[in-house]
């Protein structure tokens, strides 16, 4: 894969989706790094249906800390893991009402050092809240990277670096939601949807699925 073909690759992402963005609800940055700490091993459509409830109710650190851990629950419970979720939910707002007035903040160590936070969720509130060029690797960016050879790696901190330095930096912002929303809707990993997709002949997939 050359810069020639990323390029292009990318191009034709903007072009059929020039301002592309996260599937999870959210209208602030807290919302969003909530929603994001409980899409972990979950679909953004379920976490999407528990914080409709929720955020009506409480949508600061300060409201949900004082919702407290087990009326959390009530809301979350439809949601995978969400006992601990709903602890490190509880630990995440009282830090962030301790150490930076409930406002979420904008560095990626201080991110990480919050309770259920790693780096991919770091990455994503980087990215999307704040406007950073930061790439969170999940299993559908880890799959397509690879997959296309647009940036292959071992793991996804690999991965991560590979993106960062080879995608062109004009369309660096929105990387991460193309990539994520092609190997949701189209480079999905049982059975690509190689027919239907746009970078078909400049991915270097050898195994491709003609439908």
Same mark, same amino acid.
Request: with cysteine; net charge positive.
């Given at each position: 894969m050359n810069q020639r073909k990323r390029y292009e690759i990318f191009s034709r992402f903007k072009a059929d989706n020039p301002n592309p963005t996260t599937e999870l609800n959210y209208k602030t940055p807290f919302e969003l790094l909530i929603a994001v700490i409980l899409s972990a091993q979950a679909t953004d459509k379920s976490v999407n249906k528990a914080t409709d409830t929720l955020y009506p109710v409480a949508n600061t650190a300060q409201a949900i800390f004082d919702l407290g851990e087990e009326e959390l629950k009530r809301y979350i419970k439809t949601i995978g893991l969400f006992n601990s979720k709903a602890a490190n939910i509880i630990k995440t707002c009282a830090l962030l009402i301790e150490k930076y007035q409930g406002e979420v903040p904008e560095t990626r160590e201080a991110l990480e050092a919050l309770p259920g936070v790693g780096r991919k969720t770091a990455n994503v509130v980087l990215n999307t809240a704040f406007g950073q060029p930061a790439m969170a690797v999940d299993t559908h960016i880890f799959r397509v990277s690879n997959r296309t050879r647009i940036a292959p790696g071992k793991n996804v901190l690999e991965v991560e670096k590979k993106l960062l330095k080879f995608i062109p930096e004009e369309?660096?912002?929105? #990387?991460?939601?193309?990539?994520?929303?092609?190997?949701?809707?189209?480079?999905? #990993?049982?059975?690509p949807r190689c027919g239907a997709c746009i970078i078909e002949d400049l991915c270097e997939f050898k195994q491709k699925v003609i439908e």
């Open positions: 369309f660096l912002l929105d #990387a991460h939601h193309w990539l994520i929303l092609h190997g949701r809707y189209v480079c999905v #990993a049982r059975k």
